[in-house]
């Protein structure tokens, strides 16, 4: 069985993720449960990277010792996870005994290979993106990466010789070109940093605490990138010394899922990193959109913020899911508001999926008893339809091969839309009428379920909950995929899958629960 290791960016343990941080958890599982589907051994791994003076300094604050703050952040990071209905197989942390150990022996490691350095850092420092900038990096005297203030900072640090790899890295990326999508990020990538050429890499710390001691050097803390970074490798079985089977198994990792923010430390820190120490690069690091909220960027000080837990309390996990799968774009930013969100339900899951699903399986009660068998009475007609459930898989794989996420879900939709056409140009109501046109009646049904079964399939990756409960309607459990000859339905009694919603109603609901 092919494997395939995909990871997102672990979660920073300062606060509770908003809906655009888990976006990305949501993109990761639904690529995930496909390949699973598809016939991949999967392994799934996310977490939180837990060390560094912003968490130190948060953890003060709240008059808690950082341990105990990210104990509490990364509680409840891993229950938003949970409440999405994501198929992680390995939830990570930083502060992991295990990860220090081996963090520290590879810092130990390039060190004693010349590959770091003991030097003074002087710059300008940006506490939230954990970042120092030069003179000339800066924007209007500000972080290029978030805007806000920098201060400046002056300190022994070790220093990691990043430009000793970087024609290396160039000719890489020259030569893969799907090691970085989408396309126009790998540009970003060559232009603003590559080319420019690269500055060495402050690796360490020495004004906070926070963090994995540097082993023979107890004055410094190992900072964020090698401490973060290497938790792809350190989880899955890396040591200085060699691999277990475990790491040579599932190393290097098919596919690296990163928020575009952060994507130059994953295609270009991480990679140096990987080269440093002999180690293979990953396949593919995708830098994913944002989520916005009225085409702005989420945030406290805005008040513009949304959580996953209370869209899964107002409109059911499948929806949000639904929702973030595919209304965000493969390459640019998307956009969430509530009332999109209940448009795009009432129009999609209640109208086109949710009443298929309804009034075929009620005709089929009402007609048969829920016990349809296929009677082959075909007609031409059933030829365009047939061929939408018998493409479905390969043009659902075509998108997902290059992540379009939102593109696949729309082939299953325009599958459950060319099955509400069926039904429009065959008129089961107009068979049911005549005793000698039951057959057909019968085969018309049968297709149609085929069609609700074969887009329940698909679905599976996207609406899990959804795909299950389809499934429990249907009264089967056959997931082969295409159109099948001779299967025999004893269908349950039709469920409602999505409530349309009144959209006034919600909204008046959702203002009451924001005084509260």
Request: aromatic share 12%; with cysteine; charged share 30%.
């Amino acid at each position: 069985m092919e494997k395939y290791y995909i990871t997102t960016a672990i979660a920073y343990a300062s606060a509770k993720p908003h809906i655009g941080n888990t976006y990305e958890i949501v993109l990761a599982d639904a690529i995930a449960r496909y390949k699973r589907l598809k016939g991949f051994d999967v392994y799934f791994q996310t977490g939180t990277d837990e060390h560094g003076e912003k968490i130190e300094q948060k953890a003060f604050a709240a008059g808690k010792t950082p341990q105990e703050y990210v104990d509490d952040i990364s509680k409840e990071i891993q229950r938003i996870w949970d409440i999405m209905n994501t198929s992680y197989d390995k939830f990570v942390r930083t502060t992991d005994v295990n990860h220090k150990e081996i963090v520290a022996r590879i810092f130990q490691k390039l060190y004693q290979q010349g590959d770091i350095y003991l030097d003074k850092y002087e710059g300008w420092y940006c506490t939230p993106c954990e970042s120092f900038w030069t003179d000339t990096q800066l924007v209007d005297g500000k972080c290029p990466d978030c805007g806000r203030e920098v201060e400046k900072k002056s300190e022994e640090s070790y220093f990691f010789r990043m430009s000793k790899y970087q024609d290396r890295l160039m000719e890489y990326i020259e030569t893969h070109p799907e090691f970085i999508q989408p396309e126009a990020r790998k540009n970003e990538m060559i232009n603003n940093f590559l080319k420019p050429g690269l500055q060495d890499l402050c690796v360490s710390r020495t004004s906070f605490d926070w963090g994995i001691r540097v082993p023979f050097n107890d004055k410094h803390i190992v900072y964020v990138w090698i401490d973060a970074l290497t938790n792809y490798i350190t989880n899955i079985g890396y040591d200085v010394d060699g691999g277990n089977e475990t790491f040579k198994k599932w190393w290097p990792a098919d596919l690296h899922l990163v928020g575009k923010d952060i994507i130059r430390f994953h295609t270009i820190y991480w990679p140096i990193l990987l080269m440093a120490l002999d180690l293979p690069l990953p396949k593919q690091v995708f830098g994913h959109p944002w989520l916005l909220m009225n085409s702005d960027k989420m945030s406290k000080s805005k008040g513009n913020i949304m959580y996953a837990d209370d869209l899964v309390e107002l409109f059911a996990v499948d929806a949000v899911r639904y929702y973030l799968l595919h209304e965000i774009p493969f390459a640019s930013d998307g956009t969430i508001s509530y009332e999109l969100l209940i448009e795009r339900i009432n129009s999609d899951l209640a109208n086109i999926l949710g009443n298929l699903v309804n009034r075929t399986i009620a005709m089929a009660q009402k007609y048969f008893a829920g016990e349809v068998l296929n009677e082959n009475v075909k007609e031409s007609l059933d030829d365009e339809y047939l061929m939408m459930i018998n493409t479905l898989e390969t043009r659902v794989e075509k998108h997902m091969a290059k992540l379009e996420i939102g593109l696949a879900i729309d082939e299953i939709f325009d599958t459950l839309r060319a099955s509400n056409k069926y039904i429009d140009e065959t008129m089961p109501w107009a068979l049911a009428k005549d005793e000698n046109l039951k057959k057909r009646l019968a085969t018309v049904l049968y297709y149609l379920l085929e069609g609700i079964r074969n887009s329940a399939i698909f679905l599976e990756p996207f609406l899990p909950e959804t795909s299950e409960k389809i499934f429990k309607q249907l009264g089967t459990t056959n997931k082969n995929i295409g159109f099948l000859r001779d299967l025999s339905y004893k269908l349950m009694d039709p469920e409602p899958l999505f409530m349309r919603l009144d959209m006034n109603k919600m909204l008046e609901q959702i203002e009451k629960s924001k005084e509260n």
